[in-house]
């Protein structure tokens, strides 16, 4: 039995697609990837860091954006939706729409079981291309776990762990400090 094809989008069908959609979907390669759902715990988390960070930039030419802006890829043509995107000085807009961000400097993902392989792994890849992505907060949501991927001025990226809920996040390229019990407050896991 033969299978049936998948139709080919272009990116513009895409951006038209999605703008009509209730549902997010990623876009790579001319196939649309329907997004997961998320838990409380994920929300939680990427309320709470979406708040530190608006606080921390506060009356800084700096805009915070959470779950509904997109962030395109040019170099690999990936539209995808990080949970939370920094941005500083102009914004760069895809188009007219101001919905798609191309110029991101940090990026958030609070990591799914579903997720986390591509979270980590080619979703970081495809980020890596950006010219203006500085660094890279990934966070678990089962365990207090904050990986920190920094950009180096040669391009090299180096990696730091925090585990402990006294520990402090520093985003050198946004000069503020996260505190890890801020971004897991009310986070409720799970037990043994």
Known sequence: MASASVPYLTPEQ?????????????YLHGEMFAMA??????????????????????????????LDVKVHVPATGLYTYPDIVVTCGPIAALDKHQDTLTNPLVIVEVLSPSTRNYDRGEKFQHYRSIPSFREYLVLAQDEIRVEHHVRQPDGAWIFREHTALTDVVHLASIDCNLNISTLYADVEFPTA
């Open 14 to 26: 895409y951006l038209e697609i999605e703008r009509q959609a209730e549902f997010r979907s990623e």
């Open 37 to 66: 759902g998320t838990s409380f715990n994920h929300n939680r988390i990427v309320r709470s860091t979406e708040r530190a960070l608006g606080r921390a930039l506060d009356g800084r030419r700096c805009d915070v954006f959470f």
